[in-house]
């Protein structure tokens, strides 16, 4: 695995794709996938948890804690969905601090107001953009290492209009967010109009929503529209649960896993993927017998 920072990554002239996750076992495939970046959506942890949707029902400690759970199983740049803030600029002081300690690489942080919903559901409302500022402020402000990345998101393109959505960016990016992030562009014109307003001022992220409001685009096209980044935030928990109705209806129907077992791993091939050998033998070297034959050896 590369050493760069999700900010040397950005720098690059190549698009990073960052795969939604939801917990470490998510993270863990991501990571083995071969990808620089996953995205902890606040959208999926809500779904894939708690089995409900993203209209605001979790809290700051709850994220946080799945991002000590996630950085504790992998190694690559994470950025963290930290929507709101979950409040105003001293909401947002405490976040950046919890989600920076536990391992985030970059908090996002959008304009809605509460309750907050996800970017793609119709009946958002908006905090004032100066308010936003201030927020993006406070974060900066927080941070302990400017390797910790700060993404602003606005959400106006749907409450107020296209135009007022990239003044909003305008602000947010001279209030000094290290990216910019447009929220739901319908078309791919406004895609290209975005990317062009916001040309050598900050790096912009594409948010792929499978059956959302923007046009599913591979990588390789956004990256030629001008964005930097792209998250895929939902996809793994709509994979995972397309895979595991199908499973569920099967057992019912069966009452065996016979059926699905091409299209699972077996108990062995789990605990590999999971690492299960390498902590048993890791466990194995601080057994006491073991220790003190090690010991023994090296005193003679």
Do not use: W
Request: one cysteine or more; glycine letters at 10%; a negative charge.
């Amino acid at each position: 695995m590369s050493d760069k920072t999700l900010k040397a990554r950005l720098a690059a002239d190549e698009i990073v794709v960052a795969p939604g996750i939801y917990d470490a076992f998510t993270g863990l495939l991501v990571e083995q996938a071969g990808f620089d970046c996953a995205y902890l959506s606040g959208a999926s942890l809500s779904y894939m948890r708690y089995g409900r949707p993203d209209i605001g029902l979790i809290g700051m400690r709850e994220v946080a804690d799945a991002v000590t759970a996630i950085r504790e199983r992998i190694e690559i740049p994470l950025m963290v969905d930290g929507d709101t803030g979950y409040g105003n600029a001293l909401n947002v002081i405490r976040t950046v601090r919890e989600f920076e300690r536990a391992g985030a690489s970059a908090i996002q942080l959008e304009d809605q107001s509460l309750p907050k919903r996800c970017g793609h559901l119709a009946g958002k409302s908006l905090v004032s953009a100066d308010e936003m500022v201030g927020k993006i402020h406070a974060a900066l402000d927080t941070r302990r290492s400017e390797e910790t990345l700060i993404v602003a998101r606005t959400d106006a393109i749907a409450v107020e209009g296209f135009e007022a959505a990239l003044d909003r960016g305008e602000r947010f990016v001279e209030a000094g967010c290290d990216m910019i992030f447009v929220e739901a562009p319908v078309d791919e014109e406004q895609m290209r109009a975005l990317n062009a307003r916001f040309k050598g001022k900050a790096p912009t992220m594409a948010n792929m929503v499978e059956g959302g409001s923007t046009p599913i685009k591979p990588s390789s096209e956004l990256s030629d529209l001008g964005y930097s980044f792209v998250i895929f935030p939902g996809g793994t928990g709509r994979t995972v649960a397309f895979a595991l109705q199908e499973y569920f209806v099967g057992l019912k129907e069966h009452g065996t896993t016979d059926q699905a077992r091409n299209r699972m791993l077996d108990f062995t091939q789990f605990n590999h993927l999971i690492g299960t050998p390498e902590m048993l033998d890791l466990g194995r070297s601080y057994d006491p017998h073991t220790v003190a034959k090690a010991r023994t050896g090296a005193d003679d």
